[in-house]
């Protein structure tokens, strides 16, 4: 079930099993070295209507964090290496009345992409709104994550567009200023995933030559409390 009462069910372990399975199998892929971080991005952009995890969080606000909680307890119980992410929408409002906790959270986190029906078509100034722009943006996200001693990661970033580069240019000088950045994905899919990542490949291939924040690598994972 994907309701509010399935969600209160993961809440009391009721789904605990299901975690522990999933984390054994990421776990055992052998897709990674000992000892690297496996980043795990539960119920992601958090906040946005557009998902139904949404609507279930907001009805029981506190269920949501128990089961975030028991989720991150069992896929720990599994390896230590498992990081969870908590990825709130950057432009619905401040969402820190859904944040689980310290205990369970590792790495605060957001999805960001060139969006010029919303930002407009100059990629510094876009950049710059993705930062400084929105109630609960990169610049809230990172002041809210170093005062819970949290790392941030940007767990979707895509730009397309014969000036994608200007705007990945942009990403790169505020890496280069972050001390705390766990991660980057590079979102690189076509249009049918709702945001062309690919229109530019060229772009797309300097950044990841290049690198964000110092060599930052580029994965994660992504799972919902209730599947």
Known sequence: GAGVDALRDAAAGGRNDDYTAWAESIAESGTRDDGEPIYIRPDWEIGGEWFPWTERAQADPEAYKEAFGQMADSFRSVDSDFQMVWDPAADRGDQTYLYPGDDVVDVIGQAHYFQREFQGDDPVAAFDMTVNGYEFGLAQ??????????AIAITELGASGDDAGAWFDE???????QDNLAFVTVWYDGPESGYNGRDNPAAVAELLAEGVGGGTPFQ????T???
């Open 220 to 223: 994660s994972s992504e799972g």
């Open 171 to 177: 990403v790169q000088a505020w890496a280069a200023g």
């Open 225 to 227: 409390l209730i599947a």
């Open 141 to 150: 996200i990172d002041a809210f994550a170093e005062e819970h001693g949290k």
